[in-house]
């Protein structure tokens, strides 16, 4: 039982990642490597906050939202001048530097030793400390992103990013300033990693430098791109498998262990096979 | 007085002068056809005009905007401009209906975010869409559409922008007969509220029908202009087209 919830709040958190890079990705159409950098500016700030003030789990989560945004409004506006190969390779470039501040900034973050000791959450005088409790605020959590991504892919704004998706030079033609578009989605996107991070440090109550590097953002990426592009009950579908991915292999019969180690082998097998065979996801309505 | 007006206006493409030292003008409230042999510039002139390729040298007046040395592509609705694409540019994976939409709703980034289409722009998109048939595709992807209507689609989604002038490249090309109709139904409809209309176009029949001026580009100068039944018999003109 205590396992099950713990899958479903790293369901919650994974879906929470998957959904917010789906506007990036698969509504945008620009493949973003970035998003475990947010996650762990989210995760880190809230860890750092609760461990050495005692403003409490919202407010520390409040403040490594906004430093999400505000470094994601930087770099977002380095990276909307480019598309297609060149925005991945930079996207790329921005998650590897985030990492490498996470490492080697040791008086805050103590490097590679990690932060152990975080806070349970308590909001409005609920301590979150069992399972039980903590799945419901991650749920409650989840599904207002949720909600926002739905209202921002049903939305005009939403439509624009599909148009940027499809031909940027011809919906500017329009009378669309694309490049404020691009960079609205990116740190909107940015501060729902934060949240999932916030999330995380605060379940977890002990992170280090290695949650948060590219192969992160790419597991995320296959979340998406396995649920499917553009489709947001994709990317709870497609956190949902990967998640149980493990559990799935112990099932039909691998060891424990070795279940374990095939998650990536497994996941990498699947992402060749949908290029192949599903390249708009399972139940995606758009191919990269 | 015309309504859009090059001066001097040059284009180059690496060795290439796609426009060389172009000066025309375009009246309001007519139909100006566009013709000349593949690789005379036409396209390229239209690319320019919608700030989509930069230009070297000239500039470009257009409704009360003086003197234009650079285009920016966002502006060109506020100019007064829409234009159509010689090679479809649709956003393909989108439902019909909403290529239409997009071109309807707010530019602002945080109007349109709060933003949820209405009855009213739904209406407006039913209108364009009905009137090139295509309000019973509207919920198919423009992928899905055959070349005759993705045509079509280009021009309802320029009709939508209700703008003063229209900049149509080739929009009849590849069309069936009753298309074709279709279309210039809607050009001859444009001019009756009073829009001005570019037509690029290669078959001289719907040139002479539709419009009331011609100009003929030839190696990005201008060969010739004035009223087609004069311009379309003169002999520099029929030699441009056939080839010395
Ligand atoms: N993007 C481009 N890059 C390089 N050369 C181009 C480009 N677009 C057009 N040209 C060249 O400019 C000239 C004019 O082309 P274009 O405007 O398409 O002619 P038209 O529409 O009259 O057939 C041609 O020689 C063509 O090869
Ligand atoms: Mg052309």
């Not at chain 1, 999330?199 to 949650?211: E, H, K, M, N, Q």
């Not at chain 1, 996941?267 to 065979?277: F, K, T």
């Not at chain 2, 703008?163 to 109709?181: C, N, Q, R, T, W």
Request: aromatic share 10%.
């Amino acid at each position: 039982m205590e396992y099950l919830l713990h899958l479903a709040i790293l369901f919650s958190i994974y879906a929470i990642l998957g959904l917010s890079l789906n506007l990036i990705v698969g509504y945008t159409g620009l493949l973003s490597v970035t998003h475990a950098a947010f996650y762990g500016i989210g995760a880190y700030a809230t860890a750092l906050l609760l461990i050495k003030t005692d403003i409490g789990f919202l407010m520390s989560g409040l403040i490594g939202i906004i430093l999400a945004a505000i470094i994601a409004f930087l770099i977002g506006m380095v990276l909307s001048k480019f598309d297609g190969d060149y925005y991945a390779l930079g996207s790329m470039g921005f998650c590897i530097i985030a990492f490498s501040v996470f490492l080697n900034w040791q008086d805050l973050t103590r490097g590679p030793l990690g932060l152990p000791g975080i806070p349970k959450p308590e909001i409005f005088g609920i301590e979150f400390s069992t399972s039980a409790l903590f799945v419901i605020l991650a749920a409650v959590i989840l599904i207002a992103i949720y909600f926002a991504c739905r209202c921002i892919a049903n939305s005009s704004f939403g439509r624009v990013l599909k148009t940027i998706r499809e031909d940027e030079q011809a919906i500017q033609v329009f009378g669309y300033s694309t490049l404020y578009f691009k960079l609205t989605v990116f740190v909107i996107s940015a501060m729902m990693a934060a949240v999932a991070g916030s999330l995380f440090a605060a379940y977890i109550t002990y992170i280090d430098p290695s949650t948060f590097t590219i192969l992160e953002s790419v597991f995320v990426l296959a979340i998406v791109i396995l649920g499917g592009l553009a489709n947001l009950r994709g990317s709870l579908l497609g956190a949902l498998l990967l998640i149980m991915l493990p559990e799935i292999l112990r099932f039909v019969g691998f060891p424990g262990e070795i279940a374990g180690q095939m998650r990536e082998l497994t996941y990498g097998a699947m992402l060749i096979a949908l290029m192949l065979w599903r390249p708009q996801g399972l139940i995606g309505e758009y191919k990269l | 007085m015309s309504i859009l007006e090059t001066k001097k206006l040059t284009k180059r493409f690496d060795g290439v002068v796609a426009i060389n030292g172009l000066s025309i003008g375009i009246e309001a409230e007519t139909i100006t056809g566009i013709v000349g042999p593949n690789g005379s510039g036409k396209t390229t002139l239209i690319n320019v005009l919608s700030g989509m390729l930069p230009f070297e040298n000239g500039s470009v007046r257009v409704n009360n905007a003086e003197n234009l040395r650079v285009i920016r592509p966002r502006n060109i609705p506020l100019y007064g401009i829409t234009r159509t694409f010689q090679n479809i540019r649709l956003f393909e994976q989108m439902t019909v209906l909403d290529n239409i939409m997009v071109v309807l709703t707010k530019r602002n980034v945080f109007s349109a975010l709060f933003e949820r289409h209405t009855a009213y722009r739904l209406k407006q998109a039913e209108d364009v869409l009905r009137a090139v048939n295509l309000w019973e595709k509207r919920n198919d992807l423009a992928i899905n559409l055959s070349y005759g209507q993705r045509k079509l689609l280009e021009i309802a989604r320029a009709l939508a922008m209700q703008s003063d002038i229209f900049l149509l490249d080739e929009p009849f090309a590849g069309l069936f007969p009753e298309m074709v109709k279709t279309v210039s139904g809607i050009i001859k409809d444009l001019k009756d509220h009073r829009k001005t209309v570019v037509l690029i176009e290669h078959n001289m029949n719907l040139i002479r029908e539709l419009c009331d001026h011609v100009i003929v580009m030839d190696g990005g100068v201008l060969l010739s202009q004035g009223v087609p039944e004069r311009v379309l018999a003169e002999k520099k003109v029929i030699e441009a087209y056939l080839g010395k």
